[in-house]
């Protein structure tokens, strides 16, 4: 079994900075993925951006220059620091870890964490 627990959402202002943060524990794979998703009422849940165990990143279009993921191996720890905040940044922020064991993937979510951006 998997763990996520996520912190750093809240309210920020347009233009503001926030950091969300992601600790996994539990059973992981040296390999693994991961990122993080938000789902705005009303939408789809969306990939924001993610980051391999090798330091591989990946980014959606729309936060591309304003967001920058990172990890801690060694604490099984993701990061997402949000800058430039838009209101449409508001959603519910959720932590995702892909394990990979034997060419097994399994998908692990977190409870998810709030931001909201004011004008």
């Known amino acids: 079994q998997v763990q996520l627990v996520e912190s750093g959402g809240g309210l920020v202002q347009a233009g503001g900075s926030l950091r969300l943060s992601c600790a996994a524990s539990?059973?992981?794979?040296?390999?693994?993925?991961m990122g993080w998703y938000r789902q705005a009422p009303g939408k789809q849940r969306e990939l924001v951006a993610g980051?391999?165990?090798?330091?591989?990143?990946n980014y959606a279009d729309s936060v591309k220059g304003r967001f920058t993921i990172a990890r801690d191996n060694a604490k099984n720890t993701v990061y997402l620091q949000m800058n430039s905040r838009k209101h449409e940044d508001t959603a519910l922020y959720y932590c995702?870890?892909?394990?990979?064991?034997?060419?097994?993937?399994?998908?692990?979510w977190g409870q998810g964490t709030q931001v909201t951006v004011s004008s």
């Open positions: 980051i391999t165990s090798g330091g591989s990143t």
């Open positions: 995702n870890l892909v394990t990979l064991w034997s060419a097994i993937s399994q998908n692990w």
């Open positions: 539990g059973s992981i794979s040296s390999n693994n993925y």
